[in-house]
């Protein structure tokens, strides 16, 4: 993941050998934006062009009664007040628009592939004469989506449905209609039905919530100050009786949300209420919430006990929110997220177990996701669950969480692009997964999967089509696994072997990058961000270098940069005699001591910076004096930014200027990613969309 650097007059130079092993200028990576660019005379302003970024649907819930056909609901685009439901027959790899209408989605169901509920509120702005929001609005299928239809409206503090053949449950919640109120009374809503009619059949001073099978049995608990106690019901919610108590550890407040999953048949031949999550929102800060649990019952209700959901992190974070779902096999699905702007990564934790065991203390974790949480999850069985991540994404698993396939968006790079010719290009993570490799051949209009490597990609280079080297990090990685890991391709990228550990220990790394003969060089770094390539660090810099591809690592010099600080990528390219076999030349992003940003550029001898023509926060340096110098402007919070991008081919001595416009919906939180073949051919990737240029970056198509 790339971090866009602050925007701050900026001055290049060009890269220089450096002490005894290497060469010094640094280069990485940067974001790069989508925007098209166009150069302007002498004396005449540049004109600036317009990239759009592609639609950003937001999806709410997901529905999948069979492995490969469900339903997903949200909104077709960013802020958009209107509620759209997709259909897929192909286990998310195509999608049919079936129902599209105006309001906020709320909440879906489905009980078969013929059969599926869902629940939309009237746009925010709409209100009932006493100030509170509008009815919901009920609608449904019974022919697998080929016809919706309004079947009921619905009191305006209801928020949540759910169906088990015709029985339906409804949960009222004034707080969470309108959350300036402080009394919030719930109410428990029945229909026999289909969800035509519905009878209150519970009511509670605080919030409640249900569950409920076919046959009619219905579960509900009622939070009470730090006490949540159950209850069930065997004729549809007419009568009532006790269950049992389960403890907070902290109390609860109006807020708290809590998940019913019933469990399959015991022993006696009918199902009990097995499980049940607790997430209150009141209770969250920075570095987590105290209120995000899971509690089991091994006796269908009476007595429970919390789940331990290990988090095995170095650092003081805890759960940011708390997902769940149950399989009809009786598989369970659990999910915590952890706040990427106080905590390091992983930020998605999962957690699967199989069908009910004796125990049932803990929950065995899985592969983590990197970069994004997951809000929400359906599980279809043991093997197979949909997720919906923090980046608007939808995900799939086929087998048991080990590995996650993007659905929604199509896939994409979002951390790193290397193009390798006006029609090839290899990029790292997408929007879900940050470990993954993807790779396009028709000159980006589709994106490819090709592998996932664990942790971070934060390097992606390659030197010839078929050779190429991946670095990966990996915070609190397991047991014997160093924190930095080199891949190395020989097939463009299919497949990967692991090249062994990078030098540095725990420090930050920049690089390595790689000449066609297996000469490299990175740069270790005193303090940094490791997942974020081309966030810059501290000193000390030094310098690396290897002629085996990474099999063994020479200790080089440090970079003389007394106490100016790295705050930008680096980019470094081969050059002639500066280290035997092999030279470097790079270009760097420094703070000064005076605290002005420059990109320094050294040629043979001591570093020096020349006058700059931009905010160059972002560098590419493509050899013999040739290289790309750009930076992102944002125009106030309302989705565009503008793309100032400068090229020279003689050091830095002069630059061609161009800049762009990048559209995107505001607060999409889009990472430009730009890339150079050489200095005519590049792309630009931003938003899902991919742009390339034959001019240098004045036209993209």
Do not use: K
Not at 111 to 131: K, V
Not at 190 to 202: F, I
Not at 253 to 262: F, K, T
Not at 606 to 635: I, S
């Amino acid at each position: 993941m790339l971090r866009r650097s602050r925007h701050i007059p900026a001055l290049a130079v060009a890269a220089c050998g450096l002490l005894a092993a290497a060469c010094s200028a640094p280069a990485s990576t940067a974001p790069a934006s989508t925007a098209p660019a166009s150069t302007a005379s002498p004396g005449q302003a540049p004109t600036t062009r317009t990239l759009t970024a592609g639609p950003t649907p937001q999806y709410t819930a997901v529905a999948f009664p069979r492995p490969a056909a469900g339903w997903l609901l949200g909104r077709p685009g960013f802020g958009v007040a209107r509620a759209e439901i997709w259909h897929s027959v192909t286990a998310g790899r195509t999608w049919q628009p079936q129902w599209q209408g105006a309001g906020d989605p709320l909440a879906l169901s489905a009980t078969d592939p013929a059969h599926a509920w869902a629940l939309i509120a009237c746009p925010g702005s709409a209100l009932e004469p006493d100030g509170t929001s509008c009815r919901r609005t009920l609608i449904g299928t019974t022919d697998a989506g080929l016809h919706w239809r309004v079947i009921a409206r619905l009191p305006a503090a209801v928020n949540q449905v759910q169906f088990s053949g015709r029985l339906g449950v409804a949960t009222s919640d004034r707080c969470l209609a309108v959350p300036s109120t402080t009394r919030c009374p719930g109410q428990l809503l029945v229909s026999r039905d289909g969800g035509a009619h519905w009878t209150p059949v519970l009511a509670a001073p605080g919030p409640v919530f249900a569950t409920a099978v076919a046959a009619g049995q219905m579960w509900a608990a009622e939070p009470a100050g730090s006490v949540i106690s159950f209850l069930t019901s065997t004729d549809s919610g007419r009568h009532w009786r006790a269950l049992g108590r389960a403890t907070s550890p902290w109390p609860l407040s109006p807020d708290v949300r809590l998940d019913l999953a019933v469990g399959p048949p015991g022993p006696p031949g009918s199902p009990g209420l097995t499980w049940v999550s607790v997430f209150d929102q009141l209770s969250c800060a920075m570095h987590g919430c105290s209120t995000a649990l899971l509690l089991h019952s091994q006796d269908g209700g009476p007595s429970w006990h919390q789940v331990t959901l290990a988090d095995n992190n170095p650092d003081q974070c805890g759960p940011g929110n708390i997902a769940f779902s149950a399989a009809p096999d009786g598989s369970t699905w659990a999910a915590t997220g952890r706040n990427g702007a106080a905590c390091s990564p992983p930020l998605g934790l999962l957690y699967r177990s199989g069908p009910p065991g004796a125990s049932q203390r803990s929950l065995p974790a899985l592969p983590p996701w990197q970069l994004t949480q997951v809000t929400s999850l359906d599980a279809v069985s043991g093997e197979v669950a949909y997720a919906i991540g923090g980046q608007d994404l939808l995900a799939r698993t086929g087998d048991g969480g080990l590995h996650w396939t993007e659905l929604r968006p199509a896939p994409a790079p979002t951390g790193l692009l290397d193009v390798l010719g006006p029609a090839t290009a290899l990029g790292a993570q997408d929007a879900g997964d940050a470990g993954a490799i993807l790779r396009s051949a028709d000159g980006g209009h589709t994106w490819t999967e090709l592998a996932h490597l664990p942790g971070v990609v934060t390097q992606l280079d390659f030197p010839a089509p078929a050779d190429g080297v991946a670095a990966t990090y990996q915070a609190g990685a397991p047991a014997g696994t160093p924190p930095w890991e080199l891949w190395r391709s020989r097939d463009g990228g299919l497949t990967w072997q692991a090249a062994g550990a990078l030098p540095g220990g725990n420090t930050d790394i920049l690089g390595p990058w790689f000449s066609a003969s297996g000469h490299g060089l990175l740069l270790t770094v005193a303090a940094g961000i490791p997942w974020e390539p081309g966030s810059g660090g501290t000193p000390p810099i030094r310098v690396w270098t290897t002629a085996d591809w990474g099999s063994s690592w020479s200790r080089g010099g440090l970079l003389p940069l007394d106490r100016d600080s790295l705050t930008g990528p680096a980019s470094f390219t081969p050059a002639g005699g500066l280290v035997p076999g092999v030279g470097w030349s790079g270009w760097l992003v420094i703070d000064t001591a005076a605290s002005a940003q420059h990109v320094a550029v050294a040629n043979g001898g001591p570093l020096r910076l020349l006058p700059a023509p931009l905010n160059a926060n972002n560098v590419q340096l493509l050899g013999h004096g040739t290289g790309f110098a750009w930076g992102l402007e944002d125009r106030g919070g309302s989705g565009r930014s503008i793309l100032a991008l400068s090229r020279t081919t003689d050091g830095g001595h002069s630059w061609r200027h161009s800049s762009t416009m990048l559209v995107a919906p505001p607060g999409a939180g889009y990472t430009p990613l730009l890339d150079f073949s050489d200095a005519s051919h590049g792309w630009l990737v931003y938003g899902g969309v991919t742009w390339r240029t034959s001019d240098g970056g004045i036209n993209w198509t």
